[in-house]
């Protein structure tokens, strides 16, 4: 955590928090009582799914295009910014761009759900569907950026990005600052490296988790085989932590690799159980890859007794056909 050859310091979390301020959400830290006594722990909600466009990635994206205007004036980012993305980051590009006053367009993989195409659009960015994988959408982001003279803003390996989410990790220990374990989704790593840099830096204790799918991780491949590999992107309630980390990963890789404990992975029906249990125990409808926490700790038994636990919420990205296949799953 000290070398930081992935750039994400305690101090550029600082700065990220300074640059956010007033455009994002500091999002409330709920005690779930439902679930504290389900677990015999102290559990909370990290409620991201509150933020103006129903997820965390906000955070990263407004930092990365705050800090390209202090570092080169407005002027440099007037041909536009462009991305690719599983929405809910896409939707975090056309809202800060917006506000910022800079144009964007947005490259989405045919597999991302009508409901998500539509979000981006009203926020007034430019949206083109290409491609059957994020990969193929983020090709043709490089290359408004190489053709066009856009500015590539990534969904999750940059410093910028990471440090951005990592303002999470700030805020969790404001709010409980003896926190035992965070458990988060994990897919580009910018969540979990960013808020677990944050977290190791100020409470090097506490046990940093991640929960990926259990088809495509690819993340958690990756790590298994000690550099960056390709996996086959799949279809999934969590679709929010679908895709690639890039075969030239030059910052979440390492900074998952420092910062994160343990790591468990999570099926579609517990995925479904955990959507379900949250909208009716807790009252709260969220995405699939909101819930991976609680779906872990559902089906690996991970023994949370008398610790205090966060769950980050990440998001909220979720369409009214998809909760019909997860309650289907879940048999309720
Ligand atoms: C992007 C996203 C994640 C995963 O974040 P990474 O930085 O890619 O690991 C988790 N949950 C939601 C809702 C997301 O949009």
């Not at 390209?68 to 800060?96: F, M, P, Q, W």
């Not at 944050?198 to 929960?211: D, S």
């Not at 390709?230 to 030239?248: H, K, P, R, W, Y």
Request: aromatic letters at 4%; a negative charge.
């Amino acid at each position: 955590m000290h070398d930081a050859a992935h750039g994400v310091t305690l101090d550029e979390i600082y700065h990220a928090r300074a640059r956010i301020k007033g455009q994002v959400s500091r999002t409330p830290l709920w005690h779930s009582r439902a679930l504290s006594e389900r677990f015999a722990a102290e559990v909370y909600l990290k409620l991201e799914n509150l933020q103006p466009t129903g997820a965390f990635k906000l955070r990263g994206v407004t930092n990365m295009i705050a800090a390209l205007i202090e570092r080169h004036g407005h002027d440099a980012l007037a041909k536009g910014v462009t991305t690719a993305s599983t929405g809910n980051h896409g939707r975090a590009v056309a809202y800060a761009a917006s506000r910022l006053g800079v144009p964007a367009v947005i490259c989405l993989s045919t597999l991302v759900p009508a409901n998500k195409v539509a979000a981006i659009e009203a926020l007034g960015a430019t949206v083109t569907r290409i491609g059957q994988s994020q990969d193929d959408a983020f090709e043709e982001a490089r290359r408004l950026v190489k053709e066009e003279g856009m500015t590539l803003i990534p969904p999750f390996d940059d410093p910028l990005i990471a440090s951005g989410q990592g303002t999470i990790g700030l805020e969790l220990l404001e709010d409980q600052p003896d926190l035992d374990r965070v458990i988060l989704g994990l897919s580009g790593g910018g969540l979990l490296g960013g808020t677990g840099a944050a977290l190791k830096a100020i409470r090097p204790q506490l046990n940093v988790t991640g929960v990926s799918l259990s088809a495509g991780a690819a993340m958690f491949e990756s790590l298994t085989a000690g550099h960056p590999v390709a996996v086959e992107e799949v279809e999934s309630l969590g679709d929010s932590l679908g895709g690639g980390i890039g075969l030239d990963n030059r910052c979440t890789f390492a900074l998952v690799r420092d910062v994160m404990d343990d790591h468990f992975q999570v099926s579609e029906s517990a995925i479904a159980n955990a959507m379900i249990d949250m909208l009716e125990q807790e009252k709260m409808l969220v995405e699939g890859a909101a819930v991976v926490g609680l779906a872990a700790l559902e089906e690996h038994q991970i023994d949370i007794k008398g610790q205090k636990v966060a769950l980050v919420l990440s998001g909220n990205g979720v369409s009214l056909e998809t909760l019909d296949q997860a309650r289907q799953l879940a048999k309720r």
